[in-house]
């Protein structure tokens, strides 16, 4: 229900969700795992969620959900990037599962045209793609490099094509061992703009982050594995004022009437419904510096992607070649 | 003061202004005036600030404001764009007062780079600049088009110099007889995105919608007139806030100790700053689709002063020639 | 072979390449009929290749291909392009044979990222876009909008997907009955660039203007009638060196010793391979105003399918809503 | 003269002028000197106009040139764009003198619109700015940074105002010790397009590179040091069809008909007046890849920039920060 997703702080987030669930008693979630691992400039948290139990607690998928936070990102210090997308490589490693001759499909999902919406696009720009380099170039030269194949199919809004329509026919001709999905996110928390990515092995909703469904693209609909990696880029203002309102029931806690009014969270909701004008359901809250932000991030996720696809090329060397 | 700025719901229109200072009660304000006409598709009212007190009542200087207000523009109809364009030109044309062979410099303040902030650089870049072309062409083909220059300065982040210092350079030069500027503003209704035009005699201040303070750009300061104008594309994620909240304290209002918590401004201010985090005052909301909002009220001002700067070619043909 | 594509002046117009097969004594070319017709602002000429006769002495496809050139487009004045798309609408209509319920599949061939290469993304992004509306408005609404799909691949250099096989994977699950494909074209003529607009039944090598050979996009490989609109955007170096020299031939021809070493064209191609660098070879000649060219080529073009497709409005409203 | 200024191969670099006019025979220049040093991937070379002397016979003002030439960056490596910054480093610090409390203006040149002619533009957008900061700052951060402002003031065609004014004005507000230009040139050979950078203590010409005439930015109209660094990304059509000329000139040398009508180079360029057409003299032919071209070499001078003017950070970490 529209009204219910807006209300519900949305986040796109399963470490989010998770940490929502749980509250402040902070309780064990049943159906989901939980588990951090602090590096020198960032946080890697990794969320499994193991059955439908687990499903409908957090509302995300079955699978696995790495997340990488890394807040200093904001400082856009060059060395920090290349940092956290060593750490990026490393967990791509470890999920990703590549044959010398698989070809790989990355997708760049969003409008690039809406700097919020244009992460996936901007990746896929910035990719060194070498499917077609093979019928080109000679075997020594092409044989470092792995088959990797690119596109940004654009939105439903604007080519009138379900992207998924698009991706099951490139898939059907290229026969990819893996296909990466890249695509802005909705957080919760607006400090995770442009310093968080998620990576998940449950594919995803093009789209979902913005609040729209979509036809899945994952292992079922594609018949291949598919990652998703995600960086939020935008927070709704329906969360932001709901945060607020969460604060101010706290330091009314001890005021009778008022506590009685905003006793159930389900309660609260309602209020927020009443106040909240329509048009604010729909709209989306994100920082000035956004096109700087998501241009960081490309470039990182990039240059960590090419360095994970490319193996006879060293990660750092690529790291830097695609800046 | 940074926080009242933004806990006082901030906007860049006077009208907006007014009917804050004004209340339910819609009592007059001393020092200030208001009326308002109807056209077909839209609204245009007149504010006009008399003196000091007016000043301190609605937080803007003494000078008049128009404003034109068309909702429907959302939908984005050329036919509605054109004749909502009429009405701009018709509103400039009672402002400017220009003789022949007058020249008119056209500021474009923003960053062309950042989506909300970018409609004065987009409008520059649409207009029939002409003010080079009399070395160039022969006098009869000259002779209808006014003396128009025009430039996007840039922002004071990205250049690193005053956009005041930039133009006072420029109106030395050039000697125009006015100078317009053009710039993103920030409302208090997130309707008024992308709907809404304010005309000023009074300058304005650069980046003044985004909270930050800069040299003016006005008679003062300029010595020549300075006309601007300006479209809300963003409002402050505090006042979305607020708005709630003033929704809630009505929806209340019969509940006494909260009633006292809620009863002056002052402590719903109060309360605002104790639950707003610092990031949240700074971020600004605007609507998914404002790339497009931002283009086509590009277009609709550039073609309006085509057609108002240039009396020899019709407004029509000059407001079709733009797009 | 590359070196006499690239000295046998190559073009992608049809027209173009019958008029240098017919030479100046304008003899007849068999198997190719070519007829004219002049409007106000434009002249519409239909050349149709009949045979495998045809096609070897022009080196184009059999089919139908129709130009519309308009010289005065350079001038950039609004009324003359809304002229231009009335003659493209005109002609468009007649190719087209369009029912009810047709699906439109329109393809923006090109790099976005290149300006001479751009036409097919922006027409693409100019469109009226409506396949995915019939499931979210009400049949009245839909009612009048035909089912158009718009889709700009990317080119192989950054998909690393050849185009038809996007292409292909699109069709199979939209089917259309008709695809419209968009792309820039390599003229022999200078003038040409910006001013001409080639309509082809014959589908399109992608690329081919620039020479790149790919999989063709037309009925035999999609399995549906394949309609294409082109415009020149470049000619190529090679093509400017030979006009000089054949002008140069011409002012010699009483030269003996010279005239000898010039008499056929094959012995001035080789003195081309020999004086011509290979990098010019590579290289395409572009006006400095090639942007402003490409984008009016995209609203002309972009706001003729408007009105060809949803023949519910009339062509003049959407050619304006387009713009 | 319009027409000799493109028969005589058009060069903006000093080092192609001197070339030319000490022909095959290599003879020396009056009032020129020219040395050169080889690099592992670069060679540097310098041209020093001493006198009018010099100045006539090469068409370039009294001074310095400094032109590096790096063919392998076409090749886009990382690692050799970083060397090449390097040595633009090395010989902008022999060039500028600044003192630790100078400020600098950094002008970009041309026409971010236009690719060929945005390398200004990209660059200075690439710079890190500081004027500003000191107002805002803690002295001990901005300490180590030098006041660098920068502007990239458009083009007259779009601005209405000559690139000079707008400089004039910024320069009496802001008195920088030294203004630094960035333009995009014209290269006689199309190797030099992307690869070739050339620093001149003369100033500039504001579009000269295109032909066109403005008024100059040099030390003489400003009162301070100007600077100019610039990158070939065009070669005249012109250019591409005289060396072909020349090319087969030299085929020819033994006719003897041909040679008398083409013995001396004034019959050449009157020969080449007959067969050129006016649109082709317009003309400037660019590589396909030119958008990447410029974009690299906006990376490499704006890194090389903010190493020379912020001393205190190590020039590697600059060259690595802004990409």
């Not at 590096?39 to 995300?60: N, P, R």
């Given at each position: 229900m529209q009204t219910w997703e807006h209300l519900n702080p949305f986040t796109d987030l399963a470490l989010e969700a998770t940490a929502a669930a749980r509250g402040d008693a902070r309780t064990e979630i049943p159906g989901v795992t939980m588990r951090e691992e602090r590096?020198?400039?960032?946080?890697?948290?990794?969320?499994?969620?193991?059955?439908?139990?687990?499903?409908?607690?957090?509302?995300?998928?079955?699978?696995?959900?790495?997340?990488?936070?890394?807040?200093?990102?904001?400082?856009?210090?060059?060395?920090?990037?290349?940092?956290?997308?060593?750490?990026?490589?490393?967990?791509?490693?470890?999920?990703?599962?590549?044959?010398?001759?698989?070809t790989v499909l990355v997708v760049g999902l969003?409008?690039?045209?809406?700097?919020?919406?244009?992460?996936?696009?901007?990746?896929?720009?910035?990719?060194?793609?070498?499917?077609?380099?093979?019928?080109?170039?000679?075997?020594?030269?092409?044989?470092?490099?792995?088959?990797?194949?690119?596109?940004?199919?654009?939105?439903?809004?604007?080519?009138?094509?379900?992207?998924?329509?698009?991706?099951?026919?490139?898939?059907?001709?290229?026969?990819?061992?893996?296909?990466?999905?890249?695509?802005?996110?909705?957080?919760?928390?607006?400090?995770?703009?442009?310093?968080?990515?998620?990576?998940?092995?449950?594919?995803?909703?093009?789209?979902?982050?913005?609040?729209?469904?979509r036809q899945a693209l994952n292992k079922q609909s594609l018949g291949v594995p598919v990652i998703a990696i995600g960086v939020p880029t935008v927070v709704h203002a329906a969360t932001i004022v709901q945060d607020a309102f969460e604060a101010m029931a706290g330091s009314f806690a001890n005021t009778k009437p008022f506590f009685d009014l905003f006793r159930s969270p389900e309660s609260r909701r309602q209020l927020l419904n009443e106040v909240l004008s329509p048009t604010v359901g729909e709209l989306v809250v994100t920082p000035k510096e956004i096109d700087d932000l998501t241009e960081d991030m490309a470039k990182l996720i990039a240059g960590s992607l090419n360095a994970v696809l490319h193996t006879s090329v060293t990660a750092q060397d690529l790291l830097r070649h695609i800046n």
């Open positions: 590096y020198e400039h960032a946080t890697v948290s990794w969320v499994e969620v193991l059955d439908q139990v687990g499903e409908q607690m957090i509302g995300k998928p079955i699978g696995n959900y790495v997340t990488i936070d890394a807040p200093e990102l904001r400082r856009r210090n060059r060395d920090l990037q290349e940092q956290v997308g060593k750490v990026l490589v490393e967990q791509l490693d470890k999920l990703l599962d590549l044959k010398e001759n698989d969003g409008n690039w045209k809406a700097t919020p919406d244009a992460l996936g696009p901007r990746v896929t720009g910035k990719l060194l793609v070498t499917r077609h380099l093979r019928d080109y170039v000679p075997a020594d030269v092409a044989g470092g490099l792995r088959a990797v194949a690119a596109i940004a199919p654009g939105v439903l809004g604007i080519t009138g094509i379900e992207t998924a329509e698009v991706i099951h026919g490139i898939v059907e001709r290229i026969n990819p061992a893996v296909v990466i999905c890249i695509d802005a996110l909705a957080a919760r928390s607006v400090e995770r703009i442009g310093t968080t990515i998620q990576i998940a092995d449950t594919g995803i909703q093009p789209g979902g982050g913005i609040g729209n469904k």
